[in-house]
């Protein structure tokens, strides 16, 4: 759910909508003369995206120390 406030009621008393944003979550959306501008929103920390991403991508090699053949150069 996001509130509207203006500019001017934000300016004097940001801080304590910043409070309000962490404990409940709720965003805030900024206006200037009814139109809105900016959105306040609680910060959120996303887990790492990358990991499912590269599993399964990596090549096992039973000699790592081999030459790798032409085939699995194109797997690489």
Do not use: C
Request: proline share 9%.
């Amino acid at each position: 759910m996001e509130r509207l406030v203006s500019k001017s009621k934000f300016k004097p008393r940001s801080l304590e909508y910043f409070r309000q944003i962490e404990e409940s979550g709720e965003e805030i959306v900024i206006t200037d003369h009814g139109h809105p501008v900016l959105k306040v929103v609680p910060y959120k920390a996303k887990p790492a995206e990358v990991l499912p991403m590269l599993r399964n991508s990596i090549k096992k090699f039973d000699e790592p120390t081999e030459p790798v053949g032409e085939k699995d150069w194109e797997a690489l």
